[in-house]
T-cell receptor, first 112, second 111 residues
Framework: LAKTTQPISMDSYEGQEVNITCSHN???????ITWYQQFPSQGPRFIIQ???TKVTNEVASLFIPADRKSSTLSLPRVSLSDTAVYYC?????????????FGGGTRVLVKP | NAGVTQTPKFQVLKTGQSMTLQCAQD?????MYWYRQDPGMGLRLIYY???????DKGEVPNGYNVSRLNKREFSLRLESAAPSQTSVYFC??????????FGPGTRLTVL
């Protein structure tokens, strides 16, 4: 499994863009990159998934450089409700017995 | 369509007592996982089941057993609870694209 490294915490202000970078130097050819969001007292929630280049949905964008050794989750114009822990996972979709495990995540605090 | 359900939501046990945490999903997924999350920490995988009838150990399996009763249900059993097992337990159901759908969690305290 590819090991991931994220910043422990980040502070931001309402209306700003938040970018969280995850390092995964030993990512394998078949690995995808998936980001989850977790609010206090809740289970994590899927945000976005990608393999290469850029992926965008209604919530976030995911930027993946050509070497795929890192990825950046971008949250546009954050609000107070975006305060949460964000996890980066890297693994092979569909692999038998695949175990995608969570690291410590990045705690994002959005201030007024 | 309830997604992933877990029971109970809260539980307090005394050291040495046993209990089973229940998890069910209605998304027809093959894979299901059990995690624990200690305060301020990330999730750690306890056991997983890649398909009905199969289970495998994750990162922290000691003190736990699991049963994949059928495709919908995956239970986690603590045979002799210890204070170190005080945690929040999450069950997840995994889609074919490895998207994990989580239940609301069970908050367990072992005294």
């Amino acid at each position: 499994l590819a090991k991931t490294t994220q910043p422990i915490s980040m502070d931001s202000y309402e209306g700003q863009e938040v970018n969280i970078t995850c390092s995964h130097n030993n990512i394998a050819t078949n690995d995808y990159i998936t980001w989850y969001q977790q609010f206090p007292s809740q289970g994590p929630r899927f945000i976005i998934q990608g393999y290469k280049t850029k992926v965008t949905n209604e919530v976030a964008s995911l930027f993946i450089p050509a070497d795929r050794k890192s990825s950046t989750l971008s949250l546009p114009r954050v609000s107070l409700s975006d305060t949460a822990v964000y996890y980066c996972l890297v693994g092979d979709i569909g692999a038998a017995g695949n175990k995608l495990t969570f690291g410590g995540g990045t705690r994002v605090l959005v201030k007024p | 369509n309830a997604g992933v359900t877990q029971t109970p939501k809260f539980q307090v046990l005394k050291t040495g007592q046993s209990m089973t945490l229940q998890c069910a999903q209605d998304m027809n997924h093959n894979s299901m996982y059990w995690y624990r999350q200690d305060p301020g920490m990330g999730l750690r995988l306890i056991y997983y089941s890649a398909s009905e009838g199969t289970t495998d150990k994750g990162e922290v399996p000691n003190g736990y057993n699991v049963s994949r009763l059928n495709k919908r249900e995956f239970s986690l059993r603590l045979e002799s609870a210890a204070p170190s097992q005080t945690s929040v337990y999450f069950c997840a159901s995994i889609s074919t694209r490895d998207t994990q759908y989580f239940g609301p969690g069970t908050r367990l305290t072992v005294l």
